[in-house]
């Protein structure tokens, strides 16, 4: 069973809906025994970083993320969380990845909206996928490059478009929402 986390943030749906076309069934849910038993996570995303992590930690689901391990896939939001701090309502995150995430600096438009591909990338969660990829972002804050980034892409500057640290993996950009190349990723994921 894959559990999708409830949580103060949005675009559950289209996970949910995501997971149901790869022919895999799902629940959403801030249960933490119902988390804790489920084959994978998804830890999704769209939303503002201070009033997510407050809905966390009042449901103590902060606590039970970082204790998971089963495979986690955090998308968007999810991935911001999963770092150490966020510039965004100046927010202490969840600490699993070590970087912190900053406001893209004003010299484009803002947020990044659209396609974009690759830098590099590697490991499985990039099985069968080329760098001449594209996926979907919609994101005004960025995860700094880090030990933990397993694919860059650049919009205004480089940044981590994905991160991976043991059992925890993230993508900024949106797979449930990246067509055929964005199905191929989660698939990986839930192949694992």
């Known amino acids: 069973m894959i559990a999708i986390v409830r949580y103060n943030a949005g675009n559950i749906m289209s996970v ?9 069934e799902s629940i959403i849910t801030d249960d933490q ?15 503002e970083a201070g009033s997510a992590m407050a809905y966390l930690k009042e449901r103590k689901l902060d606590q039970t993320i970082i204790s998971l391990r089963q495979p986690i896939l955090g998308i968007c939001l999810g991935l911001q969380l999963l770092c150490r701090f966020t510039e965004e309502a100046e927010t202490k995150c969840l600490g699993i990845f070590p970087a912190s995430v900053k406001l893209f600096p004003p010299v484009d438009k803002i947020p990044h909206m659209g396609w974009n591909n690759f830098i590099n ?6 099985k069968d996928i080329s760098l001449n990829d594209d996926v979907y972002f919609v994101h005004s804050f960025y995860a700094e490059i880090s030990s933990c980034t397993i694919a860059t892409s650049e919009y205004i500057l480089p940044f981590s478009a994905a991160m991976q640290r043991d059992n925890f993996y993230a993508t900024q950009f949106h797979p ?12 990986n994921f839930l192949d694992l």
């Open 16 to 24: 949910r809906n995501a997971v149901t076309r790869l022919g895999y």
């Open 121 to 126: 990338m590697k490991g499985d969660l990039f």
């Open 33 to 47: 025994n119902e988390l804790e038993r489920a084959d994978k996570v998804i830890f999704p995303g769209v939303g």
């Open 176 to 187: 449930e929402k990246s067509a055929g190349v964005g199905e191929k990723i989660l698939k």
